[in-house]
Structures are given as C-alpha cells and as structure tokens.
C-alpha cells in the first residue's frame, strides 16, 4: 500500500461533494411508548423488489432511531414541495408532530401531507460509521400524484422542473 501525499478528505470536502447530488427529502416515523416520533432523511433507497425491501441511515444518536429498534418498524413519508416546511420542522428539535396532521397505519405514525408513504418492518440493522442504516420489508404503502416532488439540492429545498 502506498502513501498519500495529499491531505485526507475532511468532512467538509465530502459536504461540499454531496451537496451536487439531488436527492428526495423524506420523514421516517415511528413510536416510542404511545408517542409519535420522526425526523428528516434524504439517505433513502429502494433496495430489492424481490422481495421488497428498502433502506434508510440514521444518525447513531437519533431518537428516532432509538425508537425503531424497540418497535421494529417505521414509516417512511415522501414529501412533495408545497410541504417543504416539513421536511425543516421534522430536522429540528421541538414537538415535531404538534399541529401536523397524522394518522396511522398498522400502528405507525403516517403523516398526512406526504405524498407516498410506506410503513416497514425492519429486516436488518448494519452500523456503519455514525449512522446506521436500516432494511425494511415495506408491509403497506400508498401515494398520491397530485404534488411536484420535493428535492434536496445544493443544501437548498427545490422544485422539480
């Protein structure tokens, strides 16, 4: 193995890398005891068809994440632009759910702005560095065509087209 002249990549470098590639924005839900629980995510996959599975990556210390491994399950809330503001409450601290409206679906916080949701048993948890990502086994899911996608660019909110 050789050495590298160069200075290693700082997580800055890999920011700035990142911010080129548009993503969709995303809250996973799920419950701790009786209360609703989420947060915003734009590491969000299909994985496989057969059978279906999709994957998530969390943050080591949410507590979201913490919620889906006592549950195991979670939702996934795909969100359309008109319900951007979302997607910035559901990243920040505070009662995320308070005046949002939400239902559930086999007992799993489903929000209802979102523009496809899905809810997942987890299949399998693999920790890779501070985040970990979780494989779920998709048991209920539904959207709706009526919003424009909701993109995650350049660390900005954007409209598709």
């Known amino acids: 193995m050789t050495a590298r002249a160069e200075p290693a990549l700082t997580g800055a470098d890999f920011r700035a890398f990142m911010r080129t590639w548009p993503t969709g924005i995303a809250v996973v839900t799920s419950t701790a005891g009786q209360e609703p629980v989420g947060c915003t995510v734009n590491a969000f996959t299909s994985i496989s068809l057969r059978p279906p599975l999709l994957m998530i990556s969390l943050a080591q ?12 399950s979670f939702g996934v809330n795909v969100l359309g632009f008109a319900h951007r503001r979302l997607a ?8 995320r759910f308070a005046d949002v409206p939400w239902g559930t679906q086999l007992g799993i916080p489903v929000l209802d702005a979102a523009t496809a949701a899905a809810v997942c048993d987890v299949r399998q948890v ?34 598709l087209g």
């Open 126 to 159: 693999v920790e890779v560095a501070d985040h970990v990502l979780v494989f779920g086994s998709p048991c209920w899911c539904a959207q709706r065509d009526e919003d424009d996608p909701l993109v995650f660019f350049d660390s900005t909110h954007r409209q």
């Open 61 to 72: 210390r949410s507590s979201t994440l913490a919620a889906i491994r006592r549950r195991e």
């Open 88 to 95: 910035t409450r559901f990243a920040t601290g505070g009662d």
